[in-house]
């Protein structure tokens, strides 16, 4: 299922700056944060994604390579003080911890510009303009206020709040920080085959949309049941800090229920795809499986 993790390895070794340029201190950090122990599912779902739409796999790399580049920014960023205040991320110390909050700051920035730098030239992606132009828009919303950073922002605005937050509020919260750099991952590389028709290109963004809400439900599951061990980052935290989580709002039996009714629908519409979806198929049964 993650055959592609030492190739995305690679690719973001290649195009990562090296420790050595100066500022050194900045590119290790990057380095650090990108390069280290991860599942990798979001470019695992890029490169699955393309196999459906019978991408050659190394126009994929450039695509996987701005994706996880987002996330890990994002990672940073929410580790922060100011954010979720965490010391502990993929096994290790969070970047801030190992560095300094304010190099972890640069290295989230030059992440996400680096992620779009990647977009426009890469030329192993070989994309016209109005392609590249469609990848850089999708990924770009994706990382916005209508995607991760709104969702961030509704998320720490609910956890400072009294207030008992809604279904639908927790939904928007998770659809947004979670579930939109999910969907961009899938949806991305569908921009590189001309000849889908509209059907299949729904088809994938109900896909895209519903295993993305899954995943995250799993998550909130995990920090819930599992340990810190297992998972690589403090369990039990999103509970400490008073997080709007779906156990918290539903518990555990019915979140579970929840998640298995979005996978069910995320992999009803992968049998319209004409394509063969297995890889993106086997992803999801990890993604709702997954223990960490």
Do not use: W
Not at 96 to 125: C, K, N, P, R
Not at 196 to 212: D, P, R, V
């Amino acid at each position: 299922m993650f055959q592609h993790i030492s190739r995305i390895q690679d690719a973001l070794d290649a195009r990562l700056p090296s420790a050595d340029a100066s500022p050194q201190r900045l590119h290790q950090a990057i380095r650090y944060a990108v390069l280290g122990n991860g599942k990798r599912v979001r470019p695992a779902l890029v490169y699955a994604s393309g196999l459906a739409f019978g991408i050659d796999i190394q126009r994929l790399d450039g695509i996987a390579c701005a994706v996880e580049m987002i996330h890990a920014y994002s990672l940073i960023h929410d580790d922060l003080p100011a954010m979720d205040n965490d010391d502990l991320r993929r096994g290790r110390a969070t970047c801030h911890i190992e560095y300094d909050e304010a190099t972890a700051i640069l290295a989230g920035d030059a992440l996400q510009v680096l992620a779009f730098e990647i977009l426009a030239s890469d030329e192993s992606i070989q994309a016209s303009a109005e392609q590249r132009l469609q990848l850089v828009k999708l990924l770009s919303h994706a990382s916005g206020t209508f995607g991760m950073a709104g969702g961030q922002y509704f998320d720490l605005a609910a956890t400072n709040s009294n207030k008992d937050i809604s279904f639908s509020e927790l939904q928007q919260i998770h659809a947004l920080k979670t579930g939109a750099l999910i969907e961009a991952a899938i949806r991305m590389p569908a921009f590189l085959n001309q000849d889908l028709k509209q059907m299949e290109l729904a088809n994938i963004e109900t896909f895209s949309h519903e295993i993305g809400i899954a995943f995250q439900i799993q998550d909130d599951i995990l920090d819930e049941i599992s340990d810190t061990e297992t998972l690589g980052k403090n369990a039990g935290a999103d509970r400490e800090l008073g997080k709007a989580t779906y156990p918290a709002l539903l518990g555990i039996k019915k979140s579970r229920q929840l998640r298995d009714e979005h996978f069910r629908i995320a992999l009803d519409a992968l049998e319209q795809l004409p394509s063969d979806a297995k890889a993106l198929r086997d992803l999801a049964q990890f993604i709702v499986e997954r223990e960490q």
